[in-house]
């Protein structure tokens, strides 16, 4: 087990021929471009959790039939200052770093008073997301880092805090059907006025600007001021349809004062996270076209959760899915240590992860009696009005045990069937994946002993009449270090198997990642 989290993989900069075996679609090609950590281990130190480990990019090139693999490093301000004094020098989420040699691009301790905060990390782990006609390695703190899909150079640092007030955003932003970029960050800095910022970053600038980044344009499309100043809420992703933000405020919450003081304590800022099973979690749907929040509330009980699904309208309702957990054990099951010889019998979940469905009902009689049940879908979600007028929200639970949820993104934002997901039940390992029917609630898997496949990712057809025409691809890493990994191609609508590309590697477990078609990425001349 500890291969396959802890030990540190090698890159391969320079293109590996796959083994393709089966047949690969010819109208397949593109780039399925991944990321995820890949180095825990420098020098004598090493990082606490699987998470703060330093970004390894790998992909799969498909160019008429064959299949290439490489990976590298991203070059990271933090990977070069890590590498440069052989150890871990900059700080992580769940590992903090001492003393800092690095001081002119990290600044550390902070106060609050003086309301700045520690210059993050640039560790760019969890995902990439195209902005104009450029790709960029992101995580959750103000940097992301462009890079060439092709080679997986590292380009441009980008500060978001050049643009937009925010300390932390997701890692999974949303595009419109214009291609612009939309995606939320949280404001810790203004006087202590926390709040959540919800910005949109163009896919084009003017002609005359051609020079400027499309970031010198990014605009503040609203924002939620935070329940808690002091305490603002964790949040991995965020949901769209056609005319609302979805934003939920999660009892899941960030100790800004904890934080202040995480460096001189001595401890991570991932202890300065805590989950109140007692609270509230809060919906916010915001309005696209006038920008304001409606102003009904509702909530629902305490969860946890990182991975919205999707959502869309109908007959005056917002129907919205995500994968929530009734706690917060997911993130402390990947700390190194727990991840041993024997984690996946002796680590398990204490909550099993679960696709919920919620039906708000937006536009609902407002002379409801108290204590109806305001959702007039046929559905076995509720809301109920309650005295003061806020809506108590219950989900329906469509099924168990998925995790790392993706869509065919067409259908983002509107009614849709399917899920592609990794299933993991009770232990946070995958072993298969699915398709899961939203309607008739039938589920698909595909599995292989000692197989441990990523996150899949759907890829359309280009003629495709419906949702499920295309393919879905995933990496699969082998828990027998013998035998070498492979990238799966399956046959969306019916599960089964097109065919495999293997590469001899030592491939890592990455997070997320997207399916690049050629026609989308630039080439080196131009």
Not at 193 to 205: F, G, H, M, W
Not at 291 to 306: L, Q, R
Not at 344 to 353: A, G
Not at 408 to 426: L, P, R
């Amino acid at each position: 087990m500890d291969a396959l989290y802890g030990r540190n993989k090698e890159e391969h900069p320079e293109p590996i021929k796959a083994e393709v075996q089966g047949q690969l679609p010819t109208w397949l090609q593109g780039i399925l471009l991944r990321n995820g950590p890949g180095m825990h281990t420098i020098g004598d130190s090493k990082y606490n959790h699987w998470f703060d480990g330093l970004a390894l990019l790998h992909s799969f090139t498909f160019k008429n039939g064959e299949v290439y693999y490489r990976s590298k490093y991203l070059r990271s301000d933090t990977y070069n200052c890590n590498i440069e004094a052989n150890r871990i020098v900059v700080s992580e989420f769940g590992t903090m770093a001492y003393p800092d040699p690095c001081k002119n691009i990290f600044a550390k301790a902070f106060s609050y008073l003086s309301h700045t905060i520690p210059e993050f990390t640039d560790n760019c782990l969890i995902n990439i997301m195209k902005a104009g006609d450029d790709f960029y390695a992101t995580s959750e703190t103000n940097f992301i880092r462009k890079i060439n899909p092709q080679t997986l150079e590292t380009l441009d640092k980008v500060d978001y805090n050049k643009y937009v007030a925010v300390n932390v955003t997701t890692s999974h932003p949303h595009y419109d059907s214009d291609g612009n970029v939309l995606n939320m960050g949280t404001s810790i800095v203004d006087k202590g006025r926390t709040k959540y910022l919800l910005y949109k970053i163009p896919s084009s600038v003017p002609e005359q600007e051609k020079k400027k980044s499309c970031f010198k344009h990014l605009e503040v499309v609203c924002s939620i001021p935070s329940r808690s100043l002091l305490h603002p809420c964790y949040y991995h992703s965020f949901g769209i349809t056609e005319n609302y933000i979805i934003f939920i405020e999660q009892p899941f919450r960030l100790d800004i004062v904890k934080m202040a003081t995480a460096y001189i304590r001595g401890v991570s800022w991932a202890s300065c996270l805590a989950y109140n099973k007692d609270d509230k979690t809060w919906f916010h749907f915001v309005d696209r076209k006038t920008k304001k929040e409606v102003s009904t509330k509702f909530y629902t009980d305490a969860m946890v959760f990182f991975h919205h699904i999707n959502a869309y309208e109908e007959d005056g309702h917002i129907v919205f899915d995500l994968i929530a957990y009734t706690d917060n054990s997911l993130y402390d099951m990947f700390y190194l240590k727990n991840l041993g010889k024997d984690f996946e019998e002796n680590v398990k979940l204490t909550s099993i992860p679960a696709c919920k469905r919620f039906v708000i009902p937006l536009q609902h009689d407002k002379d409801a009696e108290v204590g109806s049940n305001l959702v007039t879908l046929p559905c076995t979600a509720t809301a109920v009005k309650e005295k003061d007028g806020n809506i108590y929200c219950q989900p329906e639970i469509l099924c168990e045990g998925i995790e790392l949820p993706r869509i065919n993104y067409d259908y983002n934002g509107k009614k849709y069937k399917y899920v592609f997901a990794t299933e993991v039940k009770w232990s946070p390992v995958p072993t298969k994946i699915a398709k899961f029917n939203t309607q008739t609630k039938e589920m698909l898997h595909w599995g292989q002993d000692h197989c441990w496949p990523s996150e899949p990712v759907f890829v359309p057809h280009p003629d495709a009449k419906e949702e499920d025409d295309g393919v879905v691809l995933t990496c699969v890493v082998r828990t027998d270090p013998k035998e070498p990994p492979f990238l799966l191609v399956l046959d969306a609508k019916t599960f089964t198997e097109l065919g495999r590309a293997t590469v001899d590697v030592d491939m890592h477990l990455d997070l997320h990642g997207m399916f690049i078609p050629a026609q989308d990425v630039k080439t080196q001349t131009e």
